[in-house]
């Protein structure tokens, strides 16, 4: 069936480079999106991403769909404390159902 | 208006009260979503509506009643819950375009709490 995995933990320095990975089963995915979710709140868009693109930058954000081995990755540049969320990824194919991963919690140190 | 309003933020309810969640938006979107998040969990899909009606039902138990009054408005009516549907309660909106995904902007949620 479908299904999206994600490691489940990130941490990092505060101005570093945070990367996270994502990887999908449902080839029928036509969108992946990158959603985040600060402590009791609801979730943001961040980004999203055709299936038939490689990359897509946006400021501090890139990502990278690697459609061959179904693995998507989001990259914040200069991460950031205002950066420490979860952070969930989830396919979407022609119909209104997210499939989504469990998240990644995301922690910066400063 | 690019956003999507809950209220209330909090509720605490007893197993025997009734009550509804309210969810607004003004961005022209035509179809509206309900999700239950339990604490670092996904969201679930609860409830979607079209135009105003219902078109996805995700087995929802019916002690949880969706309205959608209007292209506006969203309502979750809540009659004897039971304290496992404790959950951040989030609503969503999208649009309609035919034939293709509508990325889902999702409101703040109502945290509820059944005691």
Known sequence: ?110 | DTEVTQTPKHLVMGMTNKKSLKCEQHMGHRAMYWYKQKAKKPPELMFVYSYEKLSINESVPSRFSPECPNSSLLNLHLHALQPEDSALYLCASSQEVAGTYNEQFFGPGTRLTVL
Not at chain 1, 62 to 83: E, F, M, P, Y
């Open chain 1, 1 to 110: 069936g479908e299904d999206v995995e994600q490691s489940l933990f990130l941490s990092v320095r505060e101005g570093d480079s945070s990367v996270i990975n994502c990887t999908y089963t449902d080839s029928s995915s036509t969108y992946l999106y990158w959603y985040k979710q600060e402590p009791g709140a609801g979730l943001q868009l961040l980004t999203y991403i055709f299936s038939n693109m490689d990359m897509k930058q946006d400021q501090r954000l890139t990502v990278l769909l690697n459609k061959k081995d179904k693995h998507l990755s989001l990259r914040i540049a200069d991460t950031q404390t205002g950066d420490s969320a979860i952070y969930f990824c989830a396919g979407a194919g022609n119909n209104r159902k997210l499939i989504w991963g469990l998240g990644t919690s995301l922690a910066v140190n400063p």
